[in-house]
């Protein structure tokens, strides 16, 4: 399975996606977005991932909404 990155350090995702390409022999991407900035990230996310089929979705970002929700329901993200 392909991989896609996203950070908001490109040296530090180079790294991460080198390093799983060696060894794991799969593909990588490597978004650079830091989500303390607002929602406004998502359009250049939204950009860089158009047309890969994201299968699976591994949040660590560290950040949240004011309140707890299902993300499904979260107006205006």
């Not at 996203?6 to 799983?20: C, G």
């Not at 978004?31 to 303390?36: L, R, T």
């Not at 299968?55 to 909404?65: E, H, Q």
Request: overall charge negative; glycine content about 6%; some cysteine.
């Amino acid at each position: 399975m392909n991989v896609a990155l996203v950070s908001r350090t490109k040296s530090k995702l180079e790294a991460v996606a080198s390093e799983i390409e060696e060894l794991a022999k799969v593909e990588t991407k490597c978004v650079v977005a830091d989500f303390s900035g607002g929602v406004e990230i998502y359009e250049s996310i939204s950009q860089e991932l158009d047309g890969l089929d994201i299968g699976i979705l591994v949040n660590n970002v560290g950040v949240s909404y004011e309140y707890p929700e299902y993300f499904h329901l979260v107006e205006n993200w």
